[in-house]
């Protein structure tokens, strides 16, 4: 094949695939209402997408709060301003760290482990054995998983947040001995609960709903053989940090003007 | 009985003059096929000759190209999404893995289409479970995980599941391969017993022809997208057509082409 070709032939591939993926998108959705007549199912994927991620996102909202306290800490004590590490130590997480790294996060655990689980139903005729059911896997299999990571995702980002300041304040209040109190009455009176924390919340429900659309699409569209389910999984995780970036530069530009 | 008489009998499925292909390949190619009612009607031929895709195409998991499919009187490519499913309510396929659910008990795997389809009570629904599990000999493995039982024990359970709404249409995709002689046997009669007791009708896709041989009222023979051949097993035992011959008596030389086409095999090693 020629590369003029080649090149068109992509093009038409990719915006079948985007087509492919909304009309996906839809069918979820319908079938997103009924989710909450069968609660059992949708608690199950609560736990798995969510409780079990709370492990790693904890992990790393506490190393990444320390950091951002180590860091900002002698960064601010040359112009004698530490004790507004409280302030930026908490801004820094809740309108961009917090949301991005959850996403970012979500999409290397729980989001790889949904492509996967959907792809190997796909691969051992469960999806179609389903369908010979009369049972609709949209309603049974995917829509599930999707409300629970759209769920998820927006808890999990408060939970390495909030886990992300107590780091900072341990680094900045336990070790480098800032005052404790002005350390809370600083980050009180600047962090605006709408401005600051609504924003953040905004940018994690649509990471969530990004991440989880990419991760139960690649699954469902997989290939249906051991190589095919395998792109899947790593094209939903690199999928999601490219969706995830670009969409918070857009948010921030909109959210916090400037641009 | 010939084709004519099986038009006349009445058929529950019919496949007329279907055409299927995968990306310019063509698999099925212009076939008639009539499955009547209450008899187990079997699709034979060499892998990839579209037997599963013919199943396929009855349960409407694909669209033909051309021609019509038809389940008890159902036009199945006519039929939207939720007419799809009413029909499919009363069908019943054993895949060729077992395709059972991997996250469910045997239990709860063969409780599933009961759960999804009917307001039985709990207690009822076990004792259907415990007697659809007692027939294929698995009711003591009930709490297993699928990930613990082997590949025969897989297809019995998807068996189990697959008669547990007690349908009218039941198809078996390879239902002898990677089981042991015995459970092959037990298998055979299972079929025969519930075709015969629940006044179903069977169509089997399989190549072990021995069994077919044994246990079908009509077979059909399907190479390279056609009917090859057809009839009662006793007409296709005494069939002269090399191709019928040779795909029963299992025979490597013949009209049926055991190497994909190459270029010359001495000129190939030499180039």
Aim: glycine share 10%; no cysteine; hydrophobic share 50%.
């Amino acid at each position: 094949m020629n590369p003029v070709r080649r090149l068109g032939r992509a093009g038409l591939n990719f915006f079948e695939r985007l087509g492919r993926g909304h009309l996906f998108l839809l069918r979820v959705l319908l079938n997103v209402p009924g989710q909450f007549l069968q609660l059992r199912l949708l608690a199950t994927q609560l736990y798995s997408v969510g409780v079990l991620s709370l492990l790693i996102i904890g992990v790393s909202g506490l190393t990444v709060g320390m950091v951002l306290g180590l860091q900002g800490y002698y960064t601010l004590v040359d112009f004698g301003a530490e004790e507004s590490l409280g302030q930026m130590v908490a801004l820094s997480l809740v309108r961009e760290l917090g949301p991005v790294l959850t996403a970012l996060l979500f999409a290397g655990r729980a989001g790889s482990a949904l492509t996967a689980e959907i792809g190997l139903m796909k691969v051992t005729e469960q999806l179609p054995a389903m369908e010979m059911m009369a049972v609709d896997p949209y309603r049974r299999v995917v829509a599930p998983r999707f409300l629970a990571g759209l769920i998820s995702l927006p808890l999990l980002a408060a939970v390495f947040s909030a886990i992300g300041v107590l780091g900072g304040y341990f680094v900045g209040v336990g070790l480098l001995g800032i005052d404790g109190g002005a350390f809370w009455s600083q980050m009180q009176s600047k962090v605006d609960f709408y401005d600051d924390i609504a924003n953040g919340v905004v940018k994690s429900v649509v990471f969530g709903f990004v991440a989880t659309w990419i991760a139960v699409f690649e699954g469902y569209d997989a290939v249906p053989t051991t190589e095919g389910v395998s792109r899947a999984t790593t094209r939903t995780v690199v999928h999601t940090a490219f969706a995830v970036l670009g969409l918070d530069f857009i948010l921030t530009a909109l959210m916090f003007g400037g641009i | 009985m010939t084709t004519q008489s099986l038009e006349t009998a009445e058929a529950l499925v019919e496949l007329r003059q279907v055409s299927f292909g995968f990306g310019g390949r063509k698999v099925l190619d212009g076939v008639d096929l009539f499955f009547p009612r209450g008899k187990i009607t079997t699709i034979m031929g060499p892998s990839g000759t579209g037997k599963t895709t013919t199943l396929r195409l009855i349960t409407g998991q694909l669209r033909p190209d051309a021609g019509v499919v038809r389940v008890a009187g159902q036009e199945v490519s006519a039929l939207d999404h939720a007419g799809l499913f009413r029909l499919r309510k009363r069908m019943g396929m054993m895949f060729q893995s077992g395709a059972l659910f991997a996250d469910l008990d045997v239990f709860e795997n063969v409780a599933f289409p009961l759960r999804a389809h009917t307001d039985l009570p709990e207690s009822m629904i076990r004792d259907v479970v415990l007697m659809k599990l007692e027939a294929v000999g698995l009711r003591g493995a009930s709490r297993l995980m699928p990930a613990a039982l082997s590949a025969g024990m897989a297809r019995r359970v998807a068996l189990a599941r697959a008669v547990a709404l007690d349908p009218m249409l039941m198809m078996y995709d390879e239902p002898f391969t990677g089981q042991d002689p015995i459970t092959v046997g037990r298998v055979m009669k299972l079929i025969r017993e519930l075709n015969d007791n629940l006044g179903l009708t069977s169509i089997l896709v399989s190549h072990d022809v021995k069994e077919i041989m044994a246990i079908s009222d009509f077979v059909y023979i399907i190479s390279q997208g056609r009917v090859i051949g057809q009839g009662s097993p006793a007409q296709l035992q005494r069939s002269d057509s090399p191709w019928i011959r040779q795909f029963i008596r299992g025979e490597r030389e013949g009209p049926a082409a055991f190497h994909y086409p190459a270029p010359d095999y001495v000129e190939d090693l030499l180039a």
